[in-house]
């Protein structure tokens, strides 16, 4: 049973940083962090295998990081140089199939998501 839990959410004003983090079990394949507005699409921020390969949104490349601990049981997203844009609903996402991407019909376990506000 895949279980995901984020933490680390907050605000913070434009240029600052925040590290998120999510506690995960079941040991999927493929986890993820994925991010969505108000009345905007889901949208794929950053993904990374067990074996540690990663992808990156075209809008995040250069300022976040997608980690995770040796043991694989907690997923980090490190946040800097944030903007404005980049407040958003953060979700932590995995899928225990071999198949990795930054698309959310690929996930299929996600967490209750954590709230990330960037002010001017």
């Known amino acids: 049973q895949v279980r995901l839990v984020e933490s680390g959410g907050g605000s913070v004003q434009t240029g600052g940083s925040l590290r998120l983090s999510c506690a995960v079990s079941g040991n999927p394949y493929c986890r993820g962090w994925f991010r969505q507005a108000p009345g905007e699409k889901r949208e794929g921020v950053a993904y990374?295998?067990?074996?540690?390969?990663?992808g990156y949104g075209e809008s995040v490349k250069g300022r976040f990081t997608i980690s995770q601990d040796n043991a694989e049981s907690t997923l980090y997203l490190q946040m800097n140089s944030l903007k404005p844009e980049d407040t958003a609903m953060y979700f932590c996402?995995?899928?225990?199939?071999?198949?990795?991407?930054?698309?959310?019909?690929?996930?299929?376990?996600w967490g209750q998501g954590t709230q990330v506000t960037v002010s001017l």
């Open positions: 996402a995995a899928n225990t199939g071999g198949f990795c991407q930054l698309d959310a019909t690929v996930f299929a376990y």
């Open positions: 990374i295998t067990r074996r540690g390969s990663t």
